[in-house]
């Protein structure tokens, strides 16, 4: 320790950052500091218990390294990298930022757009990190509805035209660069509007677009005044739904953070022009006894490192560490000032704390959803102790109803199997026996189908059943057990959804869990799951039936322009939807078929 006390007395008061090592010289914490022997030496003296990490850290540190930077801001830059190179142990960090995707616009004259999970340093332009992949596909697919720029990998030169025209040009989603049919710069234009629509100033893309639409109607050109008008509606479509308004006009980013143990969220909510567009969670390693601060100082250095847009304010749930610094290299990234804003009372205040408890809801139910061993289980184990069951509930059969009017109604059935879904066990049921729109008669149908299996062999029993409703839905399902022919009818309770109640046969009062615990976020899961599974099948069923009766009915709507069709605008309700002239957009259908179209569907909802 004499060596150690050594180094601390003559490291400098320079900004820099300091390394503690092992005796193996392993890195086990990186940290920054505007006077490295300031901070340096304070985890050695009396203020030492200051540092929330010390009491875990410090026993295991043998030496300490340093290197020496300019300023702050190339300091807090140089951390940041060398905890992505040695992720060390006692450092808080990014949990797998590289599995969150993103949306790359290639370098080039005439770039492409595409999804991707790996940021590159390749002249490209990087949108995101976004959450999910389905919600960035999404995106991507609402951006090419909008603005006309490929998805294709093709080599393109200006004015070379070695290449066939893909359907995405035929229907008016490409403005085919490959075909030399597009100049740089009016293809670079749409590039600029894609870049503006993804940072949020959709205002300025409809003033813009609507100005060339107005030249274009001035100079006659009603052709190009038409396709401007259908992007602007493609772009307004998009912008209607953000809905959740701020009362600012600014771009904002606010964030917040849960920590349950060592486990940590944080939620972003992204406002643009005074509305949320879009929230994100990331889940970050920390260590029980990390500071409010210094997880949020993590989170801001390690997300807008590689973040595609810095917003002009970051209101956040704490003070952060090294405020300055911090605010000095956002600047460098965002090419102008932005402010770090701790809300004390008002409406950013109460954005926090709605951004805080999304965290914690999303924190709570991915630990609900944590892989636990056979026996250890505490959503299984409390439902066990809540129920009086004799044993935990390792196999769970739960049920939910879906029907549209009475009509095409059909039941699901999930299984759990030690608290995982266990998917080849699932099973779909098409009504048969019930008319008209009564769930408790669809629900005795489905359990009595599913318990008849079990009496000829063809099914084990569960060890619970749960059904989704309140006492009716159970009532139908009890009756339906009691019917049955089986020697040993299993436990059964519902789950209503309104208030989340547990109600058992027989019993007039519902049992009522705490919003926290595991038992309720067990039987929440699967009932949710059940749900999904009854509503995927049922919408199968009415895409099927719909796109049969109706489109085929259409005179003149062959199977080529059925598939057209549907190519372009996804469903049968969104041709409804579509305008005379968005029909007119696909190939072969002409204005008169246009029209005829819009009246059928408008005037026919079955053939």
């Known amino acids: 320790m004499d060596s150690l006390e050594e180094k601390v007395n003559i490291i400098p008061s320079n900004p820099g950052v300091y390394l503690m090592k092992d005796g193996a010289g392993k890195i086990l914490y990186v940290g ?29 540190v043998r030496d300490i390294d340093y290197i020496i930077t300019d300023n702050e801001v190339e300091a807090l830059i140089l951390e940041n990298n060398l905890i992505k190179k040695h992720q060390p142990r006692y450092n808080i960090k990014l949990k797998d930022d590289k599995r969150y995707p993103y949306l790359k616009l290639t370098a080039g004259d005439f770039p492409r757009i595409s999804m991707t999970r790996t940021v590159e340093q390749d002249g490209a332009k990087y949108f995101g990190p976004y959450t999910h992949a389905k919600a960035t596909r999404q995106t991507l697919k609402e951006i090419t509805k909008a603005f006309p720029i490929r998805t294709c990998d093709l080599a393109i030169e200006e004015g070379k035209a070695n290449h066939r025209p893909c359907l995405d040009f035929h229907i008016g989603r490409c403005l085919g660069p490959c075909m030399g049919e597009v100049s740089k710069e009016e293809y670079q234009e749409v590039v600029r509007g894609i870049i503006l629509f993804l940072k949020g100033n959709g205002k300025t893309i409809i003033r813009e677009l609507t100005e060339k639409m107005k030249e274009a109607a001035a100079q006659l050109d009603f052709e190009k005044a038409a396709q401007i008008r259908d992007r602007l509606n493609s ?30 969220c944080v939620q972003i909510f992204m406002v643009r022009g005074g509305k949320m567009t879009d929230k994100e969670h990331f889940f970050v390693a920390a260590s029980e006894e990390s500071s409010p601060a210094a997880i949020l100082t993590a989170f801001v250095e390690q997300y807008y490192e590689h973040a595609s847009f810095v917003p002009k304010t970051i209101i956040l749930q704490n003070e952060i560490e090294m405020p300055e610094a911090i605010k000095a290299w956002l600047k460098t990234r965002r090419g102008s000032i932005v402010t770090l804003h701790v809300p004390q009372k008002g409406r950013k205040l109460n954005m926090v704390e709605m951004a805080a408890k999304n965290a914690r809801a999303t924190l709570e139910r991915e630990k609900s959803q944590t892989v636990y061993k ?31 009017g009475g009509s095409m109604a059909v039941g699901s059935m ?24 009564d769930d408790f008669a669809m629900m005795r149908e489905v359990i009595t189908r599913r318990f008849m299996a079990s009496t000829e062999g063809d099914a084990p029993l569960p060890d619970l059943v749960l059904v989704d409703g309140g006492k009716g839905q159970l009532n139908a399902a009890l009756a339906a057990l009691r019917d049955s022919e089986l020697a040993e009818r299993p436990p059964i309770i519902g789950l209503a959804k309104k208030f989340e109640h547990i109600f058992l046969p027989g019993e007039s009062d519902p049992i009522v869990l705490s919003d926290r615990d595991p038992a309720l976020h067990l039987i929440q899961r699967i009932r949710d799951e059940a749900h999904r599974f009854a509503i995927a ?40 939807e579509a305008t005379v002239d968005e029909l007119r957009s696909v190939k072969g259908i002409t204005q008169k078929l246009a029209e005829d179209i819009k009246k059928y569907l408008g005037d026919n909802d079955s053939p």
């Open 32 to 60: 920054k500091a505007s006077s490295l022997a300031r901070r340096v030496r304070n985890y050695f003296g009396p203020n030492a218990k200051l540092h929330a990490i010390t009491p875990s850290l410090m026993p295991h």
């Open 235 to 264: 772009i307004q479509k998009v912008l209607e739904k953000q809905k959740i308004s701020s009362g600012d006009s600014e771009d904002q980013d606010v964030i917040a953070f849960w920590q349950k143990d060592s486990e940590v």
């Open 374 to 404: 056979k026996d250890d289980n505490p959503g299984l184990i409390g439902l066990r102790d809540v129920l009086s069951l004799p044993r935990q509930p390792h196999r769970i059969d739960a049920f939910d109803i879906s029907n549209f």
């Open 414 to 437: 999930v299984v759990f199997q030690d608290g995982k879904p266990e998917k080849s066990e699932y099973r779909r049921y098409r009504i048969r026996t019930v008319k008209g729109q």
């Open 537 to 576: 099948y049922h919408r199968t069923l009415r895409g099927k039936t719909i796109t049969e009766s109706i489109l085929d009915y259409i005179p003149n709507i062959g199977v080529k322009r059925k598939q057209m069709l549907i190519q372009r605008f996804g469903s049968v309700e969104k041709i409804r």
